[in-house]
């Protein structure tokens, strides 16, 4: 009765003197097992029942330790040399039992999960099915909603995971919206998060991304559970604003999430990166980077002025900021932006021919300084175009604060912002006012239309050439009186009048620094043409000999 060995094992006798099969024996503190034979069993998995057992080298029954069992499918696709099995102090393995979701096991602090058969899981698992998912393709995160690490570790993920993945939806036109960063390539390197619970953070709508805060800092992942970095589309502000018209709308549904390594979202602040593809295809394509500014839930300012900081900006319709001279209409709330092609004003000859329709169409001229700058500016200002700087003031308070002054202040002309004064050659030029305009927003202003010099005033049939004999014997005095020229007819070699039936008092002379000529007098401009005021109205213009 008991143990004895035979034949160099051990087998055990019950009490009739008859082996011990398929069952436990105990000796010492050690439980062992006797197999069908009653022969005592060494380093082999026990399948007792619905429970299994370990009985190392020296046939004792494991307990409360880690076992790495050989696989007999190693070599096979996706099996590993080893299956790690953990045995209890009862020496029951740990099982997921009969639920039929993950059932999670805590041990030395740590959470694992086991599949029916007491095999440790690694690596992806579904929490509907106690299973590993096969991950040869590299797509076994679109199912699953565990990490257990590697086939050698096997805790439970919790926090970030950053790791290898075949994603090839993500090369699909609509990811374009999501996370363009990640459209180019199927193989991938993407982060992961996991909760406490160790399931990863998703949304449960393929159309929209699942945001979460995470130590302070907000990030956003897809249906699949990937963090978007970079641009990515908020298809729940998008679809909000789907009744609003115009491209800004679409805009302000953009978020920006830093780089593919760190993505955490940029909200309320300003950041400069190049336009996302669909955002603005030609800057993208161009890889020209520009401001923009993110507001409390980091979307986008786009087509409006906004205060920051105390200083106002503006914003395109694709939310990039303004910087510059600018051409601005505010139509339905939204900023539209001048065609260069039909309101050009690269030169000054351009700024003047294309204004007064750019006027007439509602623009207003504003300049946000140059470069990185942006700040909306106001009052006096100096403005380059096309190498040249220029006078330009810009309103200081109302609705058109900010616009370029379209009209006279302080005894001076403005169209568009820019100051109507003479050209240094010039030294004096005529100007035509042209008042009680209304824009296709209904706001009154008024028009400066600058002559070049005299020959400009004759073929716009403003002012005539006196023939000479008619001017020529008439004395100092006669020529006062009828030509309104203090000189004898025979020192003057021309002599221009007013056409009959312009009103002079629409037309005005200015000199270099903008100022209006009303005094009783003659000023010679640059051609050596004498323009004679006479109670502040142009009466004549003559060239002596």
């Known amino acids: 009765t008991g143990w004895a060995e035979e034949d160099g094992t051990w087998v055990y006798y019950d009490r009739n003197g008859e082996r011990v099969t398929d069952k436990w024996a105990k000796s ?9 034979d009653g022969e005592m069993a060494i380093d082999t998995l026990i399948d007792d029942g619905d429970n299994y057992y370990y009985v190392d080298i020296n046939g004792v029954m494991a307990s409360n330790q880690w076992v790495a069992i050989e696989n007999e499918d190693a070599g096979e696709d996706n099996e590993p040399e080893n299956y790690w099995y953990y045995f209890q102090a009862n020496g029951k393995a740990l099982t997921n039992g009969n639920n039929s979701t993950v059932s999670l096991k805590t041990i030395n602090g740590k959470k694992y999960a086991f599949d029916s058969d007491g095999k440790m899981l690694y690596g992806w698992v579904n929490k509907e099915n106690a299973e590993r ?3 040869t393709d590299g797509t076994a995160f679109k199912e699953g909603d565990y990490y257990f690490g590697d086939e050698n570790d096997g805790a439970m993920t919790v926090g970030w995971l950053q790791t290898d993945i075949t994603y090839d939806e993500a090369t699909g036109e609509d990811y374009k919206l999501v996370a363009p960063v990640f459209n180019d390539d199927e193989d991938q390197t993407r982060w992961f998060y996991f909760q406490s619970n160790g399931k990863k953070v998703k949304s449960d709508n393929p159309d929209l991304q699942k945001n979460k805060t ?8 897809d249906n699949n559970g ?9 298809q729940a ?3 909000a604003t789907a009744s609003t018209p115009g491209e800004a709308a679409w805009s302000t549904a953009w978020r920006y999430y830093n780089s593919v390594d760190d993505g955490a979202r940029l909200s309320k602040g300003w950041f400069k990166v190049v336009a996302a593809e669909m955002l603005n295809e030609t800057k993208y394509n161009d890889d020209e980077d520009a401001w923009y500014y993110a507001d409390g839930n980091g979307h986008l300012y786009a087509g409006e002025f906004k205060t920051i900081n105390g200083k106002k900006y503006a914003f395109r319709q694709d939310g990039r900021m303004i910087d510059g001279l600018q051409l601005i209409n505010v139509k339905g709330g939204f900023l539209v932006e001048g065609d260069d092609g039909k309101y050009n004003f690269e030169t000054e000859d351009d700024f003047n021919e294309n204004t007064a329709t750019a006027l007439e169409d509602g623009y207003r001229y504003y300049y946000f300084g140059d470069g990185d700058d942006g700040a909306m500016k106001t009052g006096n200002t100096k403005v380059t175009i096309d190498g040249d700087t220029f006078n330009f003031y810009f309103e200081t308070a109302g609705a058109l604060k900010g616009a370029g002054k379209t009209g006279e202040k302080d005894k001076k002309f403005y169209l568009g912002g820019k100051l109507v004064a003479a050209g240094k ?10 008042e009680d305009q209304a824009d296709s927003n209904d706001v009154s202003y008024t028009v400066y239309e600058k002559y070049a010099d005299v020959q400009d005033l004759v073929d716009n049939t403003i002012v005539e050439k006196i023939p000479t004999e008619d001017y020529k014997d008439l004395s100092a005095n006669d020529m006062k009186s009828k030509y309104g020229v203090n000189k004898k007819g025979a020192d003057i070699s021309e002599l ?3 056409v009959d039936g312009v009103d002079m008092s629409d037309y ?6 903008g100022k209006k000529i009303t005094s009783n007098g003659k000023n010679k401009d640059g051609n050596d043409y004498y323009y004679v005021i006479d109670k502040k109205v142009i009466k004549s213009i003559y060239v002596e000999n």
């Open 28 to 36: 010492g503190n050690n439980w062992y097992y006797l197999d069908s």
């Open 133 to 135: 998912i096969d991950n």
């Open 214 to 221: 995470i130590n302070g800092k907000k990030y956003s992942f």
């Open 226 to 234: 990937a963090m978007v970095a970079e641009w990515n589309m908020d």
């Open 237 to 239: 502000k998008k679809n």
């Open 425 to 434: 050659d010039e030294k004096y030029q005529v100007v035509k006012v042209i």
């Open 496 to 498: 221009y009048m007013p």
């Open 508 to 513: 005005v002379l200015v000199n270099t620094s």
